[in-house]
């Protein structure tokens, strides 16, 4: 399995970005894919996911509203299109994903990922 991240920059305060994650290996119809992000010195937190199963999404509470997590199956694909954006957003993004259907209990969780994409860097000047 394959990821590959990409969309990341530096936009100002209230813009917007969108992160792309192709997979490759996987069987999109019963993975679990989107984002988690990491500040330098604290954990990995969860941003968003997609459960292709169900067609089911997840937020943050942080980044709901803003934030939209969205799928293209032809091409094994999620997006999150951020809009909005404040510098509480700035981090490093990374695409995981998981080769099965993630319980709702579970999906925040870093653990119930197995594959991960190379970070992308966000970053949003205030």
């Known amino acids: 399995v394959q990821l590959q991240a990409f969309g990341g920059g530096l936009v100002q305060g209230g813009g917007s970005l969108r992160l792309s994650c192709a997979a490759s290996g996987v069987t999109a119809s019963r993975s679990t894919m989107g984002w988690f992000r990491q500040v330098s010195g604290k954990e990995r937190e969860f941003v968003a996911v997609?459960?292709?199963?169900?067609?089911?999404?997840f937020y943050a509470e942080s980044v709901k509203g803003r934030f939209t997590i969205s799928k293209d199956r032809t091409k094994n694909t999620v997006h999150l299109q951020m809009n909005s954006l404040k510098p509480e957003d700035t981090a490093v993004y990374y695409c995981?994903?998981?080769?099965?259907?993630?319980?709702?209990?579970?999906?925040?969780?870093?653990?119930?990922?197995?594959?991960w994409g190379q970070g992308t860097k966000v970053t949003v000047s205030s």
């Open positions: 995981a994903a998981s080769p099965q259907r993630v319980i709702n209990s579970q999906i925040r969780r870093v653990g119930s990922y197995s594959y």
């Open positions: 997609f459960r292709w199963s169900d067609l089911s999404t």
